[in-house]
């Protein structure tokens, strides 16, 4: 169906893709992808800066602010692309600043603001972090207690944000706040920006289950941010933060990255000895690959047919939830076949396995990391809640 949506002019952008990444990106980099490693960030900012030096890494932004002015068909072919050849993952590829906060200012933001902040995003000179959740507001967002309160030009954030991403290399944190109390919960909210090396912020780290280090807990306490790094009006927070999350849930989807694991699912099936046979050879692990490549299918052509209403000018309204749903589930449950196929060798504190050292823990250390992807970006529950409300007959 992909290739029914594509022109000549699409297929040799794609080839360009190709290009770029065997001619630019470092192969020991793109095997420490595919092997499941933990990078760091020196390796995401060498990431960025190759994309920024070919005018890719603020792809979404409008072409005025150094953007591409590409179709949704080809933003679709530049993440596949990129997923398939084991460059890094975009949700951290591109960043909160390249990728949420980037188009945010473009559409939101002052002249002055956009002056000032685009620039080093583009440069990928700066790190930015997004501070929605709170211990007490996570699916439920608009629960959010954090205040801000405004002092002659400031405002005066204290709170606490949670399960925020790669905080401890942040420059920065896109935030919401509660600027009016007494206002409905999501009327009463705003958008702003306030610098993480400022007095009063503390970053607390957060072990993930599989021992790496990317959650964090952010105390703020009386952070003073100017009005001037308020986004948007007083109070139109909400409206500004749901239009981030909408991109967010859609690229949850994970598609592309499902393919590729699906891939290395068959190649694992090679290699692997199950009891004297190869696992491909295995009726129970040909069964659960063979039911999770149809899912994956279906999954994919549902992503592409919102895609070619989109090309339409009809772009998807609350269904786009249905594809987050289905595939963060599909994905868990194909590491969870990864690990069923590694053993014993997959538990984190067994010996490494004899024919594969490192792949057996890397897999268990990413099955244990998306587990978190059903409640990330909104948890299943809520996109059911959402699905339930918006499409089923009262």
């Not at 000549?8 to 190709?18: N, S, T």
């Not at 997923?83 to 909160?96: E, H, I, N, S």
């Not at 295995?282 to 149809?294: K, P, Q, T, V």
């Amino acid at each position: 169906m992909l290739e029914a949506l594509l022109t000549d002019d699409d297929r040799r952008f794609r080839d360009e893709v190709r290009a770029f990444i065997d001619a630019s990106v470092p192969r020991d980099l793109r095997e420490r992808v595919a092997a499941g490693a933990d990078l760091g960030k020196d390796d995401y900012v060498a990431w960025q800066r190759l994309l920024a030096a070919k005018g890719w890494l603020t792809t979404t932004w409008p072409a005025a602010e150094g953007g591409c002015d590409w179709s949704p068909v080809r933003h679709y072919l530049f993440e596949e692309e990129l997923a398939l050849a084991d460059c890094p993952p975009v949700g951290l590829t591109l960043g909160v600043g390249a990728k949420l906060l980037g188009p945010i200012l473009c559409e939101f933001g002052s002249a002055a603001q956009r002056a000032r902040l685009l620039p080093p995003i583009r440069a990928s000179a700066v790190w930015w972090c997004q501070g929605y959740s709170e211990p007490g507001a996570g699916s439920d967002l608009a629960a959010l207690a954090t205040r801000a309160e405004l002092r002659g030009d400031e405002y005066v954030v204290s709170g606490t944000k949670i399960w925020t991403s790669y905080a401890h290399w942040a420059d920065g944190m896109c935030c919401l706040v509660r600027t009016d109390p007494a206002a409905r919960p999501q009327a009463g909210i705003s958008f702003l920006l306030l610098d993480m090396h400022a007095p009063g912020v503390t970053v607390r780290p957060i072990a993930a289950i599989n021992g790496r280090h990317f959650f964090n807990q952010v105390f703020l306490d009386e952070v003073r941010v100017p009005v001037a790094l308020r986004v948007g009006a007083e109070n139109d927070g909400w409206r500004i933060a749901k239009s981030l999350l909408l991109h967010e849930r859609l690229a949850a989807a994970r598609v592309a990255e499902t393919k590729k694991r699906l891939r290395l699912a068959r190649s694992v099936a090679e290699r692997i000895d199950f009891g004297g046979r190869r696992l491909a050879d295995c009726d129970w692990y040909r069964m659960r690959l063979g039911a999770l490549e149809i899912e994956a299918r279906a999954i994919e052509q549902t992503a592409l047919r919102y895609l070619g209403q989109t090309m339409a000018g009809t772009p998807p309204g609350p269904e786009i939830a249905l594809l987050k749903v289905r595939g963060t589930e599909l994905y868990q449950r194909l590491y969870d076949l990864l690990c069923d196929a590694c053993g014993e060798a997959a538990i984190p504190l067994a010996p490494p396995a004899a024919d594969d050292p490192a792949a057996a823990h890397a897999f268990n250390a990413n099955r244990m990391y998306a587990r978190g992807f059903t409640s990330a970006a909104g948890s299943s529950e809520v996109q059911r809640g959402i699905l339930a409300k918006s499409l089923l007959p009262a």
